[in-house]
């Protein structure tokens, strides 16, 4: 059974911490994704990354980043986490071609206060 | 760049045909369009996924006419379990790679 997993359900931070959200897939997929999903917005691309090392800057990008040093795992970076980033966190991962099915973790709820 | 409108909500009663309508006027000659279902405290699920006429499995089926500039996805016989929010994705495949979410509609599903 194909799975991505969060490393949290829910996180409490402060203004002006380091945050730093896990996402580990176990389908060997090449694509993972960052997006974050605001009532009536839908979900926004942050990043997203085609390959290790590799990443690219999707809607949102500004106040994250991301790391990406093994196939299976992709982590989201809040610098100095604001209120404003309060959301719900979604990964995703896909296989090679950009158009294939996305699978997407259960989200990590992130209150900053 | 395709700019995606479908209806903030819907409800429907158990049994009907649903279909759910997105728009997306300027997709592209190499774009996908594809359809998520979201439960409450879930990650969005793959349900279909077109690029032409018509696509069908074993849960709904995904309407697209010549132009391309809207798609209908038909869920037949729903349940109360199909009460979920909808999203529509379209994909860029060009050079530069691209998703394009709609924001969402909310179906409800009534006894």
């Known amino acids: 059974d194909v799975k991505v997993t969060q490393s949290s359900r829910y996180l409490v931070k402060r203004t002006g911490e380091k945050v730093f959200l896990e996402c580990v897939q176990d389908m060997d997929h090449e694509n993972m994704f960052w997006y974050r999903q605001d009532p009536g917005l839908g979900l926004r691309l942050i990043y997203f990354s085609y390959d290790v090392k590799m990443k690219e800057k999707g809607d949102i990008p500004e106040g994250y980043s991301v790391s990406r040093e093994k196939k299976e795992r992709f982590s989201l970076i809040l610098e100095s986490a604001s209120t404003n980033q309060t959301s719900m966190y979604l990964c995703?991962?896909?296989?090679?071609?950009?158009?294939?099915?996305?699978?997407f973790g259960p989200g990590t709820r992130l209150t900053v206060l | 760049l395709a700019k995606i409108t479908q209806p903030i909500s819907m409800d429907s009663y158990e049994g009907q045909e649903v279909n759910i309508t997105c728009s997306h006027n300027?997709?592209?000659?190499?774009?996908?369009i594809t359809w998520y279902q979201q439960f409450p405290s879930q990650g969005p699920r793959f349900i279909i996924q077109g690029y032409k006429t018509k696509v069908t499995n074993e849960v709904a089926s995904l309407f697209i006419p010549a132009d391309r500039k809207s798609s209908t996805l038909s869920l037949p016989r729903v349940s109360l379990s199909d009460t979920a929010v909808y999203y529509c994705l379209v994909v860029t495949m060009d050079s530069n790679y691209q998703l394009i979410w709609g924001a969402g509609t909310k179906l409800i599903i009534k006894p």
């Open positions: 995703a991962s896909s296989g090679l071609a950009g158009a294939n099915e996305q699978f």
């Open positions: 300027n997709i592209a000659t190499n774009d996908y």
